[in-house]
Every structure is written in C-alpha cells, then in structure tokens.
C-alpha cells in the first residue's frame, strides 16, 4: 500500500507559479500511473493532470493546457505539478492519487490519496 503526502501550495498572485510535489512511501511510486485533481469549495472533484508508471504518457484538462506540467521522478518517489500563469479559478485543494494501472481522468479509478495542498490565486 502506498502512502502519498503533498506539498507546495500556497498563496501567488494572478500569474505567478507553484510547483506541487507528492511524494509517496510504503512502495515505490513506478508501481502505480498517478494522477494530480483539484476541489474547489462547493465543487466537484475535478482531473487535472495525469502521467502514465514510466512518465512517457501524460494528460491535461483542457483549462490548464500549456500553463500546468506534470512530471515525475521515479527514484525520488516523487510527483510534480509545476503550474504556471496561475488564474484565480485554479484556486482549489490539489491533490495527488495514484492507481496500479495505466492512468484516469476519473477520480472513482484511483485508489490512493494524499491529504491535500491549498492553492490560492489572488486577482
């Protein structure tokens, strides 16, 4: 079982950047495709961005297409979210979660969940 733990949000300005990481522990992160989603109050859980077990695959939601890019180092254990020219709509809780196969756009897929980062855009 795989533990995951965010970091790295905060509050920015309207354009600024942030870089999320999750990092996981209990198995090595190059067992699972993982995936980074957002909620904002009121709002469902929506997808943000996944990247397949060897990193070679990746996906966006279409409103964060060229300004969020996801990565991952497998021998650090690590994911990152690095999200660039930041809009006050992204202001969510961002979380990371990780799946044992390929990678999802739906939330329900995956099994495993870190606790949460809050980002915050100010206009």
């Known amino acids: 079982q795989v533990q995951l733990a965010e970091s790295g949000g905060g509050l920015v300005q309207a354009g600024g950047s942030l870089r999320l990481s999750c990092v996981a522990s209990?198995?090595?992160?190059?067992?699972?495709?993982m995936g980074w989603f957002r909620q904002a109050p009121g709002k469902e859980r929506e997808f943000v961005a996944a990247?397949?077990?060897?990193?070679?695959?990746?996906n966006y939601v279409d409103s964060v297409k060229g300004r969020f890019t996801i990565s991952r180092d497998n021998p650090k254990n690590t994911v990152y979210l690095q999200m660039n020219s930041l809009k006050p709509e992204d202001t969510a809780v961002y979380y990371c979660?990780?799946?044992?196969?390929?990678?999802?756009?739906?939330?329900?897929?995956?099994?495993?969940w870190g606790q949460g980062t809050q980002v915050t855009v100010s206009s």
């Open positions: 990247i397949s077990r060897s990193g070679l695959i990746t």
């Open positions: 209990g198995r090595t992160l190059d067992n699972y495709g």
């Open positions: 979660a990780a799946r044992a196969v390929g990678t999802s756009a739906n939330p329900g897929a995956y099994g495993y």
